[in-house]
């Protein structure tokens, strides 16, 4: 069972328009993490949430959470080639620090 | 600063040969992670350590694996008798108790059964 979806698995678009990706899920979150993960290296963390409905800006990124905890957004607004990689959330259900990792989007921004 | 280091970054091993991977995190950081990621996938959770008390372990994580952390600090994970199935990237993440939630990975070793 995958506790947390994000949509959409691929995207593909051109530098300069923007985008959003979602990460949800039927169950309450303590926290949410939002990563960037590029190949062969381990997942960069780039904002955690642990409010609902918390708004995040980090430079072109927007982050938001869920008013219920059970979902989260991040948009990206004019995209650049170095946006592409692998977009991950994961979420701790019960402030025990183990994070559950979403199925992930694979972005790629064509320059 | 140096950040969360796994070595070796890949390994390539037959089937039924034993393996270890070490991890070494921040050095601050008393939580210690361990996760396994498949292409395609996010990471999913095989166990983690507060300081040297190894607090769950996910059922992922079948008898042929062991992992430790005998001081604190480092940790290995040894896999014995590998099966094709365990080819996988395995992750290593330290978070310090009591900080913002943040985990910081590693690069992950890249394991190959053949």
């Known amino acids: 069972t995958q506790l947390l979806e994000q949509s959409p698995q691929f995207l593909s678009i051109q530098e300069g328009e923007n985008l959003t990706v979602y990460c949800n899920s039927s169950?309450?979150?303590?926290?949410l993490q939002w990563y960037r993960q590029e190949p062969g290296e381990g997942p960069v963390l780039l904002v955690t949430v642990v409010t609902g409905g918390e708004v995040k800006k980090l430079k072109r990124l927007t982050f938001q959470f869920g008013d219920a905890r059970k979902d989260s957004s991040l948009h990206i607004t004019a995209a650049q080639p170095g946006d592409t990689g692998l977009y991950l959330c994961a979420g701790d259900r019960g402030g025990t620090y183990k994070y559950i990792f979403g199925t992930g989007t694979r972005l790629k921004v064509l320059a | 600063d140096t950040g969360v280091s796994q070595d070796p970054r890949h390994k390539i091993t037959k089937r039924g040969q034993n393996v270890t991977f070490r991890c070494d995190p921040i050095s601050e950081h008393n939580r210690l992670y361990w996760y396994r990621q498949t292409l395609g996938q996010g990471p999913e959770f095989l166990t983690y350590f507060q300081n040297e008390a190894q607090l769950e372990k996910s059922r992922l994580l079948s008898d042929r694996f062991s992992a430790e952390r005998p001081k604190g600090s480092f940790s290995t994970l040894e896999i014995q008798r590998t099966e094709q199935g365990d080819s996988a990237m395995y992750l290593c993440?330290?978070?310090?108790?009591?900080?913002?939630?943040?985990?910081?990975f590693g690069p992950g070793t890249r394991l190959t059964v053949t």
């Open positions: 169950s309450v979150f303590s926290s």
């Open positions: 993440a330290s978070s310090l108790e009591g900080s913002s939630y943040e985990q910081y």
